[in-house]
């Protein structure tokens, strides 16, 4: 008789058939950033994680490193104040973000870091592109994002991240970056980013959510699956290193999808949304944390994903080690 059972008697081999493993280098780890000295600001939307000034957040990348995390992605959150319908201190030499950037690099050159190329953390409106009489413009947006991204290479960033979905922006950041001799610099596109519910804690942490409207019109309709194939053809065409799917758990499907089509690196963002939902599940008891995170990996690591930015990047290494 065939007994499949037979495969399943023990640990050892399980382990030996397993077909996907979630592994520490899989992992980016999403860190928010702030202006100031000794901050350690609790995300209460996201349990677990925090909002770090650059002296505090070197003390956090010392000990993921120490548990093998070796990939960062930084996201900055700014007073308002310092924003503008431009998002002109984007790029401003005196940018605290930009700052942080060489002083983790010059501390630790070992640790790779990712940026967010997008206008919505430095605009007045919120909106990842540039506003007027409330359409967002497409063109007119791409030049700020060019210089967002040369002004992140020149404090040495590894991976620009776009994330702002307007069209042609991967083409115009990538000739940007090599007109100024950045040739080496990587762009991991926000290819199939959707117009989710699942971002709210996120917007939460960095007070960024849009000021009108929202963005559906540049953001995919979570009802679509071949466009996400469009989108990933014009950004491997442009020259994007890394194709992402954003959010993970929904959008499996699509991950599958593009990682069967593409011979890129494909990335999965494993959102705040899901994160917290987890966390708010386990607060009640009602799931294992460890557990239920640990499947919920796996499971994007099996529908596709090479990379996955997730914020139990830690947790998930602490597990491991």
């Known amino acids: 008789m065939i007994r499949p059972r037979r495969n399943r008697k023990s640990e050892t081999i399980r382990s030996l058939v397993r077909e996907t493993e979630v592994t520490i280098k899989d992992l980016i780890y999403p860190l928010f950033l702030v202006d100031g000295k000794e901050i350690e600001d609790p995300i209460l939307s996201l349990p677990g994680q925090k909002r770090w000034s650059v002296d505090m957040m070197l003390f956090e990348i010392e000990s993921c ?130 117009a989710s519910a699942f971002y709210g804690p996120f917007r939460d942490a960095l007070a960024s959510a849009p000021k009108m409207g929202d963005k559906k019109t540049y953001q995919m309709d979570p009802g679509n699956k071949y466009e996400a194939v469009r989108e990933a053809e014009l950004d491997e065409s442009e020259g994007a290193d890394f194709l992402m799917v954003k959010p993970a758990l929904c959008y499996l499907d699509i991950i599958q999808l593009l990682k069967e089509g593409f011979n890129l690196p494909i990335a999965a963002y494993n959102v705040s949304g899901e994160y917290a939902m987890l966390k708010a599940a386990s607060q009640k008891g009602w799931l294992d944390y460890d557990l239920a995170m640990q499947e919920m990996l796996l499971s994007i690591k099996r529908a596709g994903a090479d990379v996955i930015l997730t914020y139990a990047a830690k947790e998930f290494a602490s597990l491991r080690r």
């Open 65 to 194: 490193l120490k548990l093998g995390i070796k990939c960062f992605v930084l996201f900055p959150g700014l007073e308002d104040h310092l924003k503008d319908a431009d998002a002109s201190y984007s790029y401003n030499e005196r940018n605290f973000y930009l700052k942080a950037i060489k002083e983790i690099k010059n501390r630790f050159p070992e640790a790779c870091l990712m940026s967010d190329v997008a206008m919505d953390p430095y605009s007045s409106d919120g909106h990842d592109g540039l506003v007027s009489d409330g359409k967002i413009l497409n063109d007119e947006t791409l030049p700020i994002l060019g210089k967002m991204a040369v002004a992140q290479a020149n404090a040495g960033i590894d991976i620009i991240g776009p994330s702002d979905m307007m069209d042609g922006r991967v083409g115009y950041i990538r000739e940007e970056l090599d007109t100024h001799g950045y040739q080496d610099v990587s762009i991991m596109s926000y290819t199939a980013k959707y």
